[in-house]
């Protein structure tokens, strides 16, 4: 099978950055085969005109919580709302269909957004897994493992153990790469995250956990072992390039050495850091020292979306304010964070996050019809500061057109809504319940 | 004609923030003449059924400048933007019919994203005013008065001499009020800006300037006067309740109790300052005092998208962050900044911002059948953390019918754009050449 997309603005985030402003891309069954200027005189089993549209790598979500969407919008506004709200509804009400089903929902809401690879970490991540591979998506899919018992697990730790049987069982999925993910620093004991660190490393899979991201995180490590998080980590040898570190806002120069001499990645969550009010983690710096940094949306119950598109503008006014220098980070430098960059925080900047020949076909095309995208002088602006995931028109992923028209190709939107909406029963009510509570509790 | 749209969720905005879980509001021509909760059992011309929508007030964007969408997406990473882009292609490109026309497209733009009342500052407001006639929106255009000749007039101040004639002629539109808009601070005499005053008063409009927005407008004040923009304003007698004062980011505690009380009014642009790097107004604050404050996007140049809804996001993200609390501003606070709170700006509170029987039919529906739009626990964190333009569905300004299913009523947005992008032909190449002449001047 052999698809051609011509007459189409492409935007290559090829190590120079070329833009062809009016070409072609070819695919044949996953990889990408020929792109260039001007017609395509070849011929394909299947012709795309893209006039008006942009094509541009796929979006890569470097954090997320796929199993999270019955939280969101409940509670958003709440102190301290990992402890109050989530982990007890999570222990109360979370079962291996409500992930599954939420997983589904999710990874069609990024696919419609144009976001062709996530990183998850959640519990049930076997139900993630089957949803992804039923889905067409390309993801590293974590379960969680932390020191008290959970929706998956009836004794602290369980994830360790399933861990055992999920990483093998999906390893040698074609878009699937499972890896153990302790739920941060502080939520695990040092001889656990060794352990998972090591089971990573006999699987040659990823490792990726919360990194100083809470201030209570900071202060116990302060106070506990006189060292920042990323020290602790660096001494238990969890600081290597296969290291994807979520969040990192409260690394300091020292810290920000260590990574780089480690090689270790960040999955950088400006939108869900800046909404918690946690603060904002030192991109600018992190990539100076050459540290890969990809963005994140994080769960939606604190990121709320799971589109790339929203965390562009968001990382560009926080970070251009942050500094007081509104010509960092032009927009080009933010696309690359979503797509090649963050290709590099996964050391798969060989497969994806690209449109060069040889890579894999993940393709997103955004049209320009709408009324928030005209005129453009900078496609990268015009993704940056005016596109909203409603833009986003046509989707590839290892070649196979997933979303088209704006609509999912191979599943109903209502019927994976519906499916989420009857597995949600019981959750919603806990949560309804727990809400009343916690107002009362105030 | 009177219509009813039941079975709907409604956001009243009202004083005590009344959610109606499922009713209805019916509206008589231009007037809101009922509402309620369950069902409607009364006889309408038209019954829309509002099933699975939430109905809110009509956004308010209290600052803009439709004039500028040939703008969008041109050196937005670019330092000292306005001064080296904005300035010398307005004086060498814009024109009455390009005004008309970039005017025409932004109330489109905003009609789709729900804002139905907006206020502007432009050049050939007159043409704007034409423009907001035509398309059916509620408006406040002010036309600009600066020190230096400009594309509506061959010398400092022709503004001045505009408002004399322009304030008259549209005086008692019911949808329009004209106001002078002298520029800024400090681009206008300390005289210019009285005249500008009296002129204000004499015709019992508004006045509007930026005010505080630039570090070297600060600089200025105080090198030439060891005062703030604000004290300079009050001893010049502009700061008074019909005063907005667009951005107001660097206003410091003797300020905004000068403001508190002369009780004026403030248009916070956060999308717009945070992205020029400006820094954050202190809102918190100002509020806290009781000073006015809705929310603006700025024109295209600056804030790219012309909806309220990205505005929303902005605020939560920025306030929450500056003050390290996530529980500061729950996001129905923030609702209210784009609608109740925002009509007190234009003392218009009485007639518009809440859906109260006797108010203007000015209404929004939002559909939650995307994507982004599920679960809902809390509309107002659904419509601050997960909605987009792209989510708004119905739109009525003065009880006509604007915007339905997301397409304009009375306007093809083809067309619109067709005769924006005409009107642009000459601009476009100024633009472009301007942008490689500043590129080799780096």
Same mark, same amino acid.
């Given at each position: ?19 062809? &402003? ?23 089993? %299947? ?61 069609? &809401? ?16 076997? &139900?993630v897994a089957k949803a992804t591979d039923e889905m067409g ?75 100083? %991201? ?118 080009? %430098? ?14 798969? &900047? ?81 949560a309804t319940h727990f809400s009343i509570e916690e107002d009362?509790?105030?």
């Open positions: 099978m052999k698809t051609c997309i011509y007459n189409v603005m492409i935007l290559t985030m090829n190590a120079k950055q070329d833009v062809i &402003e009016n070409g072609y891309v070819v695919f044949e069954d996953e990889k990408i085969v020929e792109l260039g200027e001007g017609s395509y005189t070849g011929v394909c089993d %299947e012709m795309i005109d893209g006039a008006g549209d942009i094509l541009m790598p796929g979006m890569i979500n470097t954090h997320t919580h796929t199993g999270m969407i019955p939280f969101r919008s409940l509670g958003d506004d709440c102190k301290d709302r990992l402890r109050r709200y989530l982990f007890p509804l999570e222990s109360a009400c979370m079962n291996d269909s409500l992930v599954y089903h939420s997983a589904k929902y999710a990874i069609a &809401e990024m696919l419609l957004a144009g976001v062709t690879t996530f990183v998850d970490m959640y519990y049930f991540e076997d &139900e998506a390309r993801a590293f899919l974590g379960e969680t493992i932390i020191d008290f018992a959970t929706c998956d697990s009836d004794c602290a730790y369980g994830g360790y153990e399933y861990c055992k049987w999920f990483i093998p069982k999906w390893l040698n999925h074609p878009r699937i790469t499972p890896f153990p993910a302790p739920h941060a620093t502080n939520t695990n004991s040092a001889e656990m995250l060794q352990k998972a660190n090591e089971l990573a490393q006999k699987y040659e899979v990823p490792i990726s956990l919360h990194v100083a %991201e809470m201030d209570y995180e900071m202060q116990h490590f302060k106070d506990t072992y006189g060292k920042t998080p990323i020290q602790f980590l660096d001494d238990l040898q969890l600081l290597h390039p296969h290291l994807l570190a979520a969040h990192c806002i409260h690394v300091n120069e020292e810290d920000r050495i260590l990574m780089q001499k480690r090689k270790c990645s960040v999955a950088h969550c400006i939108g869900s850091n800046t909404k918690a009010a946690k603060g904002v983690a030192p991109v600018k710096e992190m990539l100076a020292l050459g540290i890969p940094v990809g963005l994140g949306t994080d769960g939606p119950a604190s990121g709320n979306t799971l589109d790339i598109l929203t965390q562009f503008k968001l990382f560009a006014n926080f970070h251009k304010c942050e500094h007081r220098d509104r010509s960092l980070f032009p927009s080009k %430098e933010i696309v690359a964070l979503g797509t090649i960059q963050a290709a590099k925080t996964l050391r798969l &900047e060989k497969e994806i996050g690209s449109i060069e020949v040889g890579k894999k076909a993940d393709l997103v095309l955004i049209e320009t019809h709408s009324v928030n995208m005209f005129p453009i002088y900078d496609p990268y602006a015009a993704l940056v500061y005016s596109a909203n995931a409603s833009n986003v028109k046509t989707v590839f992923v290892d070649g196979k057109c997933l979303v088209k028209d704006k609509q999912l190709v191979n599943d109903s939107l209502d019927a994976l809504r519906n499916n989420l909406k009857e597995a949600m029963q019981t959750f919603i009510q806990k009362g509790a105030k």
